[in-house]
């Protein structure tokens, strides 16, 4: 390098390097460190922080500041997931879960709570039984879909039975019955 050279880069430094190097294959640590102390940075990356109370530095060197160095691997084509029929859970009658099982969504707490928000009840009945553990809902919607009706008949979610039968093994004596119209 030239003198010159060795200045440009020297001013690069200052403003800070953006390096691009691949995934799995690229910059090795020691390589990393390396560039880090001729920044004139720790090669850890980190620093000593002072106690803004009393001045004394702190126990540990901590990272500061913005440190990416290697970002993840992530492919739209890995992740990418539908399902319309699938294997369900032999106990709770609910899709299992993930792509390696071709299973469903989970509908978390927030995520329902969300949908309530929105005043969007039907849109969650159906997701909570139907397309979920209501298997005598999901074969009556089938057919309905079959012979052209748009009627959502939901049941009672599997998951409530099995509910119902853990409190009954507990020797509590539950019975359900049903509101005559």
Do not use: C
Request: hydrophobic share 40%; glycine share 12%; aromatic share 8%.
């Amino acid at each position: 390098l030239g003198e010159d050279e060795l200045l440009e880069l020297a001013k690069r430094f200052e403003k800070g390097v953006h390096v691009a190097t691949p995934v799995f294959d690229g910059a090795k640590e020691a390589q990393v460190k390396e560039l880090l102390q001729s920044a004139g940075y720790p090669s850890k990356g980190q620093t000593t922080l002072y106690d803004g109370r009393t001045g004394e530095p702190f126990d540990n060197r901590v990272t500061v500041g913005v440190m990416y160095m290697l970002k993840l691997h992530h492919l739209v084509d890995d992740k990418i997931h539908a399902r319309s029929i699938g294997p369900y859970s032999l106990v709770t009658q609910q899709p299992l879960g993930g792509k390696a099982q071709f299973g469903g969504q989970r509908l978390g707490e927030m995520e329902v709570w969300a949908m309530e928000a929105y005043g969007a009840a039907y849109a969650l009945q159906e997701f909570l039984t139907v397309k979920s553990d209501d298997m005598a809902g999901r074969t009556r919607m089938y057919e309905k879909i079959v012979k052209g009706e748009n009627v959502l008949e939901a049941g009672v979610p599997e998951s409530f039975n099995v509910l119902v039968k853990e409190l009954q093994g507990l020797g509590l004596n539950i019975e359900l019955s049903e509101k005559k119209k």
